[in-house]
């Protein structure tokens, strides 16, 4: 079943197609054709209970829901 998530960073929104069975990590690969920053740089946290998702576990696991909003956060180095 298809969802979209609403992935947030600064003033960007970014809405992805996904399943509930995906994992973070497929979230992140995603984003990653988008904004050209590498996998172990992003972080994903669920709004707004600020959970930092898990990349090996899966979307449902995290309660990522249907239009979840999701903030991007990136590691600096």
């Not at 990590?25 to 050209?36: F, V």
């Not at 992003?42 to 696991?61: E, H, I, V, Y």
Request: net charge positive.
């Amino acid at each position: 079943m298809a969802m979209y998530i609403r992935v947030k960073r600064n003033k960007t929104t970014y809405f992805l197609q996904c399943d509930p069975i995906d994992k973070v990590l497929q979230i992140k690969q995603k984003l990653h054709a988008l904004i050209d920053q590498p996998l172990f740089d992003q972080r994903l946290f669920l709004m707004p209970s600020q959970l930092l998702l898990d990349d090996t576990r899966t979307l449902a696991d995290q309660q990522v829901e249907n239009d979840s909003v999701v903030a991007l956060a990136l590691r600096k180095g």
